[in-house]
Nanobody, 124 residues
Framework: QVQLVESGGGLVQAGGSLRLSCAAS????????MGWFRQAPGKEREFVAA????????YYADSVKGRFTISRDNAKNTVWLQMNSLKPEDTAVHYC?????????????????WGQGTQVTVSS
């Protein structure tokens, strides 16, 4: 019903920046709450950032607050994650997720739809 496709991952030096994009299709984007999660090998999936349907509220993990910014453009059916001051510990597969229902922004199980992920690698 909803397809999510991430892009923008890659290799970057510590202190550098990347911008991830998530394009949605198959459902009215403005009805979806959106989140970004990441998962490194051997670790659980970790909440990164979330944004409400209207974009009026954003939420961030303590580990990225002040460095990352989530935004959305409902006319473009797209959500972005701007990542600045990247650290080696940010290295992970990053996933875009969406919920068409009430959701707890930190809880992966509350998101109905997931993208395939995009790898972010930060060199030390």
């Amino acid at each position: 019903q909803v397809q999510l496709v991430e892009s923008g991952g890659g290799l970057v030096q510590a202190g550098g920046s990347l911008r991830l994009s998530c394009a949605a299709s198959g459902r009215t984007f403005s009805t979806l709450g959106m989140g970004w999660f990441r998962q490194a090998p051997g670790k659980e999936r970790e909440f990164v950032a979330a944004i409400t349907w209207s974009g009026g509220n954003t939420y961030y993990a303590d580990s990225v607050k002040g460095r990352f910014t989530i935004s959305r453009d409902n006319a473009k059916n797209t959500v972005w994650l701007q990542m600045n001051s990247l650290k080696p510990e940010d290295t992970a597969v990053h996933y875009c997720a969406a919920s068409g229902r009430q959701f707890r922004f930190r809880v992966p199980a509350d998101y109905e739809y997931w993208g395939q992920g995009t790898q972010v690698t930060v060199s030390s």
